[in-house]
């Protein structure tokens, strides 16, 4: 089974806002050759922490086979509720969770691998996660004039 890091970051401006998110996937080859792949996007208005999972689907979503996946986020919020909260959320059926639409698409996507959940400190110089941060903010910069945001009208 292949193993893949990914790494993922999502930004809101004036959460909730203009938002962004970024995933950036490493693969190493049996000769050790480093392949990567960025995955980003954004939406006119939304929350951090659902551009911080929406990071994870999509880096997930992307992988063509079962693979061994550590991933690696700064977000407590993802990262804990993976490792602590989920299976307690899934026994309640997710009653007066937050981004339901979400968490359910993310056991989807994940149901084929191994994934492990990684906690980076955000801003700490973690070379891919302060790669994912700068890509995030600016897909969600994008938005920033936008009209569909009715957070700034």
Known sequence: MKQVNIYTDGSSLNNPGPSGWCALLEYRDANNKLYTKELKGGEAHSTNNRME????????????????????????????????YLQGWIKKNFKEIKNVDLWKEYIEESKRHEVMMVWVKAHAGHPQNEHCDKVARFEAS???????DPGLL
């Not at 690696?72 to 490792?83: F, G, Q």
């Not at 994008?142 to 569909?148: G, H």
């Open 53 to 84: 999972l929406k990071a994870v689907i999509e880096g997930l979503k992307v992988l063509n086979e079962p693979c061994k996946v550590l991933l690696h986020s700064d977000s407590k919020y993802v990262v804990d509720s993976i490792k602590l």
């Open 142 to 148: 994008k938005f920033l004039n936008s009209k569909d």
